[in-house]
């Protein structure tokens, strides 16, 4: 079975309890930092969902203190990751650029950025403008160019679809910006090995623990909302 460790607290403190070269794929989704930016732009989003994350008080941080935190994950994440290690940070593609200057400054070397694509998005402002059916990843190794690429001489695009978060991987409970495991799946397979250790600083509902357990990964994850973490636990066990 693979060991799992959970850390209900502020990811950089329990960053700091880590091994150093321990961490062989990080895959995660921070704060886009929108939360401000959504409540005042032309849209019908809060009315549509019950929990918008624009609301949920985790993303509503002024840009240069976001930029600040984010610089401080990439500086404590340098320090854990293996040479070679992976890492995908999902965010939103106005601030991918930030997030790349930001890596590099730790040794991340910049890979490329890809798409999901959502092919059942919520149609929320379809009356307004495009419907929204995006978001960007950013792919980083660590210290090396290449990094483990389980292709099986496969071709795979910058580009993936999946559906949305199908309801029976909310049945623990919702949460505002939770991930499809197939998603996370897909990249724990392609840039880990069996019993290497995965982890997700910004756990949220628990979906990397979720595909990591599945894969046979061993797998860390952190979150600091106490309601979060008893959720994502509760998903992670059950798997």
């Known amino acids: 079975m693979p060991e799992i460790k959970l850390y209900n607290e502020n990811c950089i403190d329990a960053m700091d309890k880590l091994n150093e070269d321990s961490i062989s794929l990080i895959v995660t989704d921070p704060p886009y930092n929108l939360g401000n930016f959504m409540k005042n732009r032309d849209t019908n989003l809060s009315k549509m969902r019950d929990n918008f994350f ?37 965010m939103a593609i106005i601030k991918v650029e930030t997030i790349i200057h930001l890596a590099e400054k730790h040794g991340f070397y910049y890979k490329t950025t890809g798409i999901w694509h959502k092919t059942n998005p919520m149609p929320r402002n ?4 495009f419907v929204n059916s995006t978001e960007a990843w950013i792919y980083f190794t660590y210290k090396k160019r290449t990094g483990t690429f389980n292709n099986g001489g ?17 049945k623990h409970g919702k949460h505002p910006t939770q991930k499809p495991e197939a ?23 628990g979906t990397t623990g979720v595909a990591a357990r599945k894969a046979d990964r061993n797998f860390i994850g952190i979150e600091l909302n106490k309601d979060y973490f008893a959720m994502a636990k509760a998903r992670i066990e059950e798997n």
């Open 154 to 170: 496969a071709l795979f695009h910058d580009f993936i679809e999946t559906s949305v978060t199908p309801m029976s991987e909310r």
């Open 183 to 205: 998603l996370m799946l897909h990249f724990v397979e392609i840039l880990s090995n069996p019993d290497d250790w995965v982890m997700d600083p910004f756990m949220g509902s």
């Open 126 to 129: 379809m009356n307004l403008h």
């Open 54 to 90: 624009g609301s949920a008080g985790w993303d509503d941080m002024a840009f240069d203190e976001w930029e600040q935190s984010m610089n401080t994950f990439f500086k404590s994440a340098s320090r854990i990751m293996k040479k070679g290690g992976s890492m995908i940070v999902f």
